[in-house]
């Protein structure tokens, strides 16, 4: 079974400070991604990545940067965390090339106060 | 751009009935996948069912099936003989086949319907 990993199921953190989510995942993916998840917005793609040091923006990138330097794992960085970054936030990955669903991580509920 | 629409924000079943569960879909590409995920209240998003815009044959897993209709662009969720674990929220979502020559599969979700299943 393929497995997708969050470091953490619940965080809290200021405003101000700089956030590390992390993501693993061992089914050797090439592709990753990092999702928020909002009330009545669905899931948003901040950031994905195709290949170890590549990525893409998604459709709200704004406030965050992302980082792969190894091909199971996926970092997304809240550079300054700001309030309006609390949300549930969800990495997922799949293989390339494929019509294989996404699998996702648990999920991590972020609170910034 | 692709969008998905759930107008469903909230859905109400007895246990043992069948619910559909609406998505339409919008999308200038020919070759395209649509899937849908479930996330009970616990958080993790488990897939359900794929259909490939070149599947003749509507998609069925189990106790889901997709009522795909290509020319309305819609493919929407049926669960037959509904359970009290299938309470959750369920999303659409597509992915272009085709982004580029490659396929990176970004997915594109609806908003999500919550299913609650009464006993």
């Known amino acids: 079974d393929v497995k997708v990993t969050q470091s953490s199921r619940y965080l809290v953190k200021r405003t101000g400070e700089k956030v590390f989510l992390e993501c693993v995942q061992d089914?050797?993916?090439?592709?990753m991604f990092w999702y928020r998840q909002d009330p009545g917005l669905g899931l948003r793609l901040i950031y994905f990545?195709?290949?170890?040091?590549?990525?893409e923006k998604g459709d709200i990138p704004e406030g965050y940067s992302v980082s792969r330097e190894k091909k199971e794992r996926f970092s997304l960085i809240l550079e300054s965390a700001s309030t309006n970054q609390t949300s549930m936030y969800l990495c997922?990955?799949?293989?390339?090339?494929?019509?294989?669903?996404?699998?996702f991580g648990d999920g991590t509920r972020l609170s910034i106060l | 751009a692709q969008k998905i629409t759930q107008t469903q924000p909230g859905m109400f079943v007895q246990e043992k009935e069948a619910v559909t569960l609406d998505c339409t879909y919008d999308?200038?590409?020919?070759?395209?996948?649509l899937f849908w995920y479930k996330q009970p209240s616990s958080g993790e998003m488990i897939f359900l069912i794929y259909?490939?815009?070149?599947?003749?044959q509507n998609a069925t897993e189990g106790r889901y099936s997709l009522n795909f209709q290509k020319a309305r662009k819609s493919a929407n969720l049926v669960i037959s003989a509904s359970q009290l674990g299938d309470s959750a929220m369920y999303f659409c979502a597509m992915r272009d086949l085709n982004a580029g020559g490659t396929s990176y599969g970004k997915l594109t979700f609806g908003q999500g319907t919550i299913l609650t299943v009464h006993p």
């Open positions: 089914m050797d993916h090439e592709n």
């Open positions: 997922a990955s799949n293989r390339a090339y494929s019509n294989q669903p996404q699998h």
């Open positions: 990545s195709y290949d170890v040091k590549m990525k």
């Open positions: 259909q490939g815009s070149y599947d003749e």
């Open positions: 999308t200038s590409d020919q070759s395209y996948g």
